[in-house]
């Protein structure tokens, strides 16, 4: 049982020969997860009653002849902004650093559902905000290919156990970013679904209309599959989507002969870098397969930045103000009237970047300017999906880099919020469009550091984007 290299085919055939048992995978996985764990932080904490306990479920199912589930008996772990009932859900935030969720996020329950082995919650920043996972309270992670470096961010954590083998799976968010920019940093495969695909409900809400979950895994195959568990209508959240949801795994056969890709000349301006040209050598692979590659415009990208961090930070700012120490948690022990125990809370509770950012939302939404910005912003975000939505018409998928560098040194950016923030250039337009989008590895830099190739396609055509993924995976990427 190799733990780090593992995969979900493997395991369930393991189960089945009766290898190993679920128990004792998930003893194992605990055990190297906690011995290696010191090397990233890539975990906050473990909860190892709860992963032997659904281990031992899948055990006694296999014991009674039923099905385990397609998930059975996998090593996963979850972003702690996701809650788990009865097992601390931070938020990679001071204020809520005791917080034990009653209840479940769907994602979870279903993915336990189908014999899914929870093994710890995965660090982040503070409230999803961030790009390289330095605004956690609890302490930055490293990257496990390169440990001075950064994992990326928000979900840094989830990513680096994917990579370091600590988890063979795991669960991020992405609001503008942060599953794909973290896997292309680290080396894997990251998903963000199209919105609405996988419910909200029990995702610690940062900008509620471009906040999603999606998988992480080390091949797309793993990814797709995760997303297929996860995905579909929730009653607990209203704008989860109806649409039927594909056996992906099914449709994953390497053929691509005829598909349309694009790639839109905006993102491809000035990129003249070793990640300009792995993913040039990367477009190249799918040429060889046999897709039709075609320059396409997006021609709003310009204003995707300021556009998003508008949209971003008037939404988080309305979300965050139910931290007031009344409800969750933290409260200070500071202040004489309710408002300045409030104020005390509050200041003693958020980070940095959750200031900056409830600053800059409040006054985005103020009387005066919300015309001027917030109103403003939707309306370019309108004009960024329409972007979208007529590309589709000419091609079946979209090909761009991640990120316009690999993996930062840590520490690099963060006296530099606006830097940091213009980092996400590629990420952002997938989640205001809210079609989905995935980071697919595709190959390294001379200095060894992981670089993504992001594929977007139109919304709910998930089938399609993995296809595209997995022939280019089986083609061994660029280095073919
Ligand atoms: N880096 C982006 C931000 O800081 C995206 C974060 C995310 O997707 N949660 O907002």
Same mark, same amino acid.
């Given at each position: 049982?190799?733990?780090?290299?593992?995969?979900?085919?493997?395991?369930?055939?393991?189960?089945?020969?009766?290898?190993?048992?679920?128990?004792?995978?998930?003893?194992?996985?605990? =055990?190297?997860?906690?011995?290696?764990?010191?090397?990233?932080?890539?975990?906050?904490?473990?909860?190892?009653?709860?992963?032997?306990?659904?281990? &031992?479920?899948?055990?006694?199912?296999?014991?009674?002849?039923?099905?385990?589930?397609?998930?059975?008996?996998?090593?996963?772990?979850?972003?702690?902004?996701?809650?788990?009932?009865?097992?601390?859900?931070?938020? *990679?935030?001071?204020?809520?650093?005791?917080?034990?969720?009653?209840?479940?996020?769907?994602?979870?329950?279903?993915?336990?559902?189908?014999?899914?082995?929870?093994?710890?919650?995965?660090?982040?920043?503070? +409230?999803?905000?961030?790009?390289?996972?330095?605004?956690?309270?609890?302490?930055?992670?490293?990257?496990?290919?390169?440990?001075?470096?950064?994992?990326?961010?928000?979900?840094?954590?989830?990513?680096?156990?994917?990579?370091?083998?600590?988890?063979?799976?795991?669960?991020?968010?992405?609001?503008?970013?942060?599953?794909?920019?973290?896997?292309?940093?680290?080396?894997?495969?990251?998903?963000?679904?199209?919105?609405?695909?996988?419910?909200?409900?029990?995702?610690?809400?940062?900008?509620?209309?471009? #906040?999603? %979950?999606?998988?992480?895994?080390?091949?797309?195959?793993?990814?797709?599959?995760?997303?297929?568990?996860?995905?579909?209508?929730?009653?607990?959240?209203?704008?989860?989507?109806?649409?039927?949801?594909?056996?992906?795994?099914?449709?994953?056969?390497?053929?691509?002969?005829?598909?349309?890709?694009?790639?839109?000349?905006?993102?491809?301006?000035?990129?003249?870098?070793?990640?300009?040209?792995?993913?040039?050598?990367?477009?190249?692979?799918?040429?060889?397969?046999?897709?039709? %590659?075609?320059?396409?415009?997006? /021609?709003?990208?310009?204003?995707?930045?300021?556009?998003?961090?508008?949209?971003?930070?008037?939404?988080?700012?309305?979300?965050?103000?139910?931290?007031?120490?009344?409800?969750?948690?933290?409260?200070?022990?500071?202040?004489?009237?309710?408002?300045?125990?409030?104020?005390?809370?509050?200041?003693?509770?958020?980070?940095?970047?959750?200031?900056? &950012?409830?600053?800059?939302?409040?006054?985005?939404?103020?009387?005066?300017?919300? #015309?001027?910005?917030?109103?403003?912003?939707?309306?370019?975000?309108?004009? %960024?999906?329409? #972007?979208?939505?007529?590309?589709?018409?000419?091609?079946?998928?979209?090909?761009? /880099?991640?990120?316009? +560098? /690999?993996? +930062?040194?840590?520490?690099?950016?963060?006296?530099?919020?606006?830097?940091?923030?213009?980092?996400?250039?590629?990420?952002?337009? *997938?989640?205001?469009?809210?079609? /989905?989008?995935?980071?697919?590895?595709?190959? =390294?830099?001379?200095?060894?550091?992981?670089?993504?190739?992001?594929?977007?396609?139109?919304?709910?055509?998930?089938?399609?984007?993995?296809?595209?993924?997995?022939?280019?995976?089986?083609?061994?990427?660029?280095?073919?």
């Amino acid at each position: 049982m190799d733990i780090p290299s593992l995969t979900i085919d493997q395991i369930r055939e393991g189960l089945e020969r009766r290898a190993f048992s679920a128990v004792e995978l998930a003893t194992e996985a605990l =055990r190297f997860a906690a011995a290696e764990n010191p090397k990233t932080n890539a975990y906050l904490h473990f909860c190892p009653e709860r992963a032997l306990g659904a281990a &031992r479920r899948v055990d006694e199912k296999l014991a009674r002849g039923e099905q385990a589930g397609p998930l059975a008996g996998v090593p996963v772990a979850v972003k702690d902004v996701i809650c788990t009932q009865g097992v601390r859900t931070t938020c *990679g935030s001071r204020l809520l650093a005791r917080y034990v969720p009653p209840y479940d996020a769907t994602a979870v329950s279903r993915l336990e559902a189908a014999g899914g082995v929870i093994l710890g919650k995965a660090n982040c920043d503070e +409230f999803a905000m961030g790009s390289s996972t330095e605004n956690s309270a609890f302490g930055p992670v490293r990257n496990p290919v390169a440990p001075d470096r950064v994992p990326g961010g928000s979900s840094g954590g989830s990513a680096a156990a994917v990579a370091q083998g600590t988890s063979v799976v795991a669960l991020g968010s992405d609001t503008g970013g942060s599953i794909r920019q973290p896997a292309s940093f680290c080396g894997v495969v990251g998903v963000t679904p199209t919105y609405g695909r996988v419910s909200r409900y029990g995702l610690v809400a940062f900008a509620s209309s471009l #906040d999603h %979950i999606g998988p992480l895994a080390r091949h797309v195959r793993d990814a797709a599959l995760l997303l297929r568990i996860m995905a579909g209508r929730d009653e607990m959240d209203s704008t989860s989507a109806l649409a039927p949801v594909a056996d992906y795994g099914a449709l994953l056969d390497g053929q691509v002969r005829g598909v349309r890709v694009g790639l839109p000349r905006e993102y491809f301006q000035g990129l003249a870098s070793e990640t300009g040209d792995l993913i040039q050598r990367g477009v190249e692979v799918l040429r060889r397969l046999g897709c039709e %590659i075609r320059e396409i415009s997006l /021609p709003h990208t310009d204003y995707a930045i300021g556009c998003y961090y508008i949209i971003c930070t008037a939404e988080a700012s309305s979300n965050l103000a139910r931290y007031d120490g009344v409800r969750y948690t933290l409260r200070s022990a500071e202040g004489e009237t309710l408002l300045d125990m409030y104020r005390h809370t509050r200041g003693e509770g958020f980070g940095a970047e959750c200031k900056r &950012r409830i600053m800059l939302g409040t006054y985005v939404l103020s009387s005066g300017y919300y #015309d001027a910005y917030y109103l403003k912003a939707q309306q370019v975000r309108t004009l %960024i999906a329409r #972007d979208f939505s007529e590309a589709f018409r000419e091609v079946d998928a979209i090909v761009t /880099p991640v990120s316009p +560098f /690999p993996a +930062f040194k840590l520490g690099e950016k963060l006296d530099d919020p606006l830097e940091m923030y213009l980092s996400d250039i590629y990420t952002i337009t *997938g989640d205001l469009a809210g079609i /989905p989008c995935m980071s697919v590895p595709c190959g =390294r830099t001379a200095a060894g550091l992981p670089v993504g190739m992001q594929i977007l396609a139109n919304h709910f055509d998930e089938a399609g984007m993995f296809r595209l993924a997995e022939a280019f995976e089986r083609a061994g990427g660029p280095g073919a």
